[in-house]
């Protein structure tokens, strides 16, 4: 998987690509515990991103759960193969969803 950040002030976008897996859940969990003091809005775009394992719904999990103390996060361009990820494991409820 590639991590791409972009920032801008207080926002910041983490691109993924390619499997959100139990190997690469750990760049994501190092990125999501050292990259996101002082952001108000983030953004996971997922255009890219063909699967997510559990180990990387937790990430984002505790993604969300940072921001929704300091700001708010979005999942954009999520393909429908990895929406249904978030759909069979009804953590789609925890997300805003953005085409």
């Known amino acids: 998987m590639e991590i791409k950040k972009i920032a ?14 139990a190997v690469s859940a750990r760049d994501l969990d190092k990125v999501v515990n050292s990259d996101l003091n002082g952001v108000k809005n983030l953004t996971f775009d997922l255009a890219d991103l ?3 394992a559990s180990a990387g719904l937790r990430i984002l999990f505790v993604a969300q759960k940072k921001m929704k103390k300091q700001g708010s996060m979005k ?9 249904q990820i978030f759909e069979v494991t009804r953590f789609i409820d925890f997300f805003t969803i953005e085409s």
């Open 75 to 83: 999942l954009v361009h999520v393909k429908p193969e990895v929406k």
């Open 8 to 21: 801008d002030g207080d926002n910041l976008t983490i691109a993924l690509s390619g499997r959100l897996d």
């Open 50 to 52: 063909v699967y997510v």
